[in-house]
């Protein structure tokens, strides 16, 4: 997807980023950018040092970019998810080598190991009734697996401290209070005084949440890759935590695009989350909070289409706007 948040590296750029965290002997260095993110530009690179290797490289937005407020350093936080998740029961990439003092190119910048596979989505419709049985249990073993980190504040993942809070209530509300100012700042037609209410009367409903959970909040089906092997797919690869913060896990159940819609519906999916947490239980407050978070969403994916072309950002924001106004007339009654 062409974005307005995207960096552009030359082939000399990339083949000195290279030799300066892999080594100056590598040669015939070969990049390929990636098609499928929506935020940052991800490339592809071959190198030979002295055998082949395959390595992805992450860059954050230019200087020039206008981002959300939350986006403010967001492949720093990929890059805090990555060393969190290390060593955990979690098929993520391993994390080869970063830096964010912008010396050698204008953005932050990141290595990890290349996946192989390929996404949940593109393969969705081949996928039989039993083997998306087992793909579900395994993705609630690592979304439990992911649910297991912790912190002492709520918020976004951020060096800044103004981003996080000591309740999840004033975390909430300031993470969709931002949102809000970002819609208004790029003249997005929405219904700022009725969210601005509907959280407001959610307080209570939010404070129930007790313990800062690592929220990956971007868990869909492009971001889970999967492999074909003994004639059956499975889950050879997660990854793109740029957006996750600590928060509700709930709020996870909401953002697994073309995987599943409804986490009461998918059975295989909880049998594999109880296996690493068994006490776990969704809730009618749960249920509740879910659509708060699914408000949250749809807000972020209608006002972030100002820095994609018209002919995908026109509908797309009229579409969400039709759903965020459907979630708001269920939230209040």
């Known amino acids: 997807m062409d974005s307005l948040t995207k960096s552009r590296l030359t082939p000399e750029q990339i083949e000195d980023l290279v030799k300066l965290n892999f080594g100056d002997e590598c040669r015939n260095v070969q990049s390929e950018e990636l098609k499928g993110g929506m935020m940052n530009a991800a490339y592809k690179i071959t190198y030979e040092n002295p055998c082949a290797q395959q390595v992805i490289l992450k860059v954050s937005s230019p200087p020039s970019a206008k981002l959300l407020r939350y986006e403010k350093d967001i492949l720093r936080t990929e890059v805090r998810v990555y060393q969190a998740l290390a060593g955990r029961n979690i098929p993520t990439p391993e994390l080869l080598g970063y830096d964010f003092s912008r010396k050698y190119v204008d953005c932050d910048y990141f290595f990890m190991s290349f996946l192989d596979g390929t996404g949940w989505d593109t393969v969705r419709d081949k996928i039989s009734a039993e083997n998306r049985a087992k793909l579900l249990y395994q993705l609630g073993l690592y979304q439990a697996e992911i649910h297991r980190v912790y912190s002492d504040s709520f918020g976004y993942i ?25 819609g208004m700042d790029h003249g997005i037609d929405l219904p700022y005084d009725e969210v601005k209410k509907t959280i407001l009367n959610s307080r209570d409903l939010l404070n129930q949440v007790e313990k800062p959970t690592l929220v990956d909040f971007d868990l869909w089906a492009a971001n889970v890759f999967l492999v074909f092997k003994d004639g059956e797919y499975k889950i050879s690869g997660i990854f793109d935590f740029e957006r996750a913060y600590f928060g509700d896990p709930c709020a996870d159940f909401t953002a697994s695009f073309f995987i599943y819609n409804d986490i009461n519906s998918e059975p295989e999916f ?31 994916l209608a006002i972030e289409t100002y820095r994609f072309p018209e002919d995908y950002a026109v509908p797309t924001r009229l579409h969400y706007l039709k759903e965020i106004k459907k979630l708001l007339a269920k939230i209040s009654k």
């Open 158 to 182: 951020k060096d800044d401290p103004s981003f996080l809070y000591p309740s999840w209530a004033e975390a909430f509300t300031s993470m969709v209070g931002d949102i809000l100012l970002d």
């Open 270 to 300: 909880q049998r594999g989350y109880r296996s690493v947490k068994p006490d776990f239980q969704i809730s009618e407050n749960d249920n509740q909070r879910m659509d708060l978070y699914r408000l949250y969403m749809d807000l972020i």
